[in-house]
């Protein structure tokens, strides 16, 4: 598992993870944005994961990241995730209204995705790689 620096080199990895697939990542950096909207952007159609029998289908993917970076911590260990102000009542709320939502921990050991939903979805998985394949494949619906 490779350690960020900072939240901002995380984000970086996670736009350019994206892209290398085809799909459209948007960081959203910007001070003028509504208060507590995620950090990444992504939509796309991908044909990964995607097939029945022989048919290829397009898959439309799209959501909102929000990005932590603690490297501090590990997969098993029990911590509080530093959200800043409006940050988590906007992801829940975006969810509530059918937007896939999602927080990425990257850990020293590891990355823990919640989902959020009515009832979180919480997974772990050890790279980038398959974080993007979660948010690409987690989240579908036929073209």
């Given at each position: ?78 911590y ?60 579908y619906?036929?073209?």
């Amino acid at each position: 598992m490779t350690k960020f620096k900072s939240e901002a080199s995380l984000r970086r990895v996670i736009v350019q993870a994206f892209r290398k697939k085809g799909i459209m990542a948007q960081p959203i950096e910007s001070s003028s944005t509504a208060r507590g909207i995620g950090d990444v952007y992504f939509s796309g159609y991908t044909d990964e994961g995607a097939g029945i029998d022989s048919l290829s289908v397009k898959l439309k993917s799209s959501g909102w990241i929000e990005l932590k970076n603690m490297p501090s911590f590990h997969l098993e260990e029990s911590y509080t995730i530093p959200y800043r102000g409006g940050q988590l009542s906007w992801l829940n709320q975006m969810a509530r209204h059918g937007t896939p939502t999602y927080t990425l921990i990257a850990l020293a050991d590891g990355i823990k995705i919640i989902e959020h939903s009515e009832e979180d979805k919480i997974i772990q998985v050890r790279s980038i790689d398959e974080a993007i394949n979660y948010f690409i494949t987690g989240h579908y619906r036929y073209r």
